[in-house]
């Protein structure tokens, strides 16, 4: 999976020179909360509702309601914007993006094609494409983890049992070990009955537990 299969597309942007107050109302409008700023065509910044908040004054200031309001109308987006965006390319990997942006510890990702905003990819989009199918979030079957399924040796003989109850796979990964070396193995499955199956499973001598979701 790529970037391209991810991101928003159709990114909405600002202006350097936009007011601040401006930028704010563009974000409740669309429900965002990043704007990229974009000049001339070029990528300069990334404004967010939490920087605009915090450029606001604080509630104990002693400026009136009307100093604060003009206050706010005079800043633009250039003077809170981040100039250090983390920008990635529509054809990376969406495992690399997230690591990029693990390690950067940002929550978006601007994506830039032949130097130009196309889109833009942030947390939420790699929970509700990524995270949630693999977890079946919203996705009708049960979920079972096979403790140490994930062994090469197993897996063959565990994928026949499905087969045999003709149970369609919704999902499959392998779970990292809490503690030793055991790699479990959790399939999401489209039947809300797999009790055969976990009985035949057992019966091989695996530990079953179905997961509620």
């Known amino acids: 999976m790529k970037i391209r299969d991810i991101m ?47 450029a606001s004054p604080s509630p104990a200031t002693s400026l009136t309601v009307w100093e604060i309001n003009y206050l706010l109308a005079k800043m633009t987006v250039r003077e809170i914007m981040a100039k250090d965006v983390v920008t990635v390319s529509p054809d990376m990997s969406a495992e690399a993006a997230i ?4 390690n950067k510890k940002v929550g978006s990702l601007v994506v830039v094609e032949d130097g130009r905003v196309v889109g833009i990819a942030t947390t939420n989009d ?12 919203g996705i009708p079957g ?33 779970m990292p070990p809490i503690e030793g070396k055991e790699r479990d193995l959790c399939l999401h499955l489209n039947a809300s009955d797999v009790s055969q199956l976990i009985k035949d499973l057992q019966g091989k001598g695996l530990k079953v537990e179905i997961v509620e979701r």
């Open 142 to 174: 049960t979920r079972i983890v096979i403790s140490d399924g994930a062994d090469p040796k197993k897996i063959p003989e565990i994928m026949a049992l499905v087969q045999k109850h003709n149970l369609g796979l919704a999902s499959m990964h392998s």
């Open 126 to 137: 790699f929970f509700y494409k990524i995270l949630n199918p693999v977890l079946g979030l």
């Open 8 to 54: 928003t597309w159709n990114v909405i942007t600002v202006s350097s020179d936009t007011p601040i107050m401006e930028a704010r109302k563009i974000m409740d409008a669309h429900n965002i909360r990043r704007l990229p700023v974009v000049d001339r065509g070029k990528l300069v910044g990334l404004v967010t509702k939490d920087r605009i908040l915090r």
């Open 99 to 102: 690591a990029l942006a693990q």
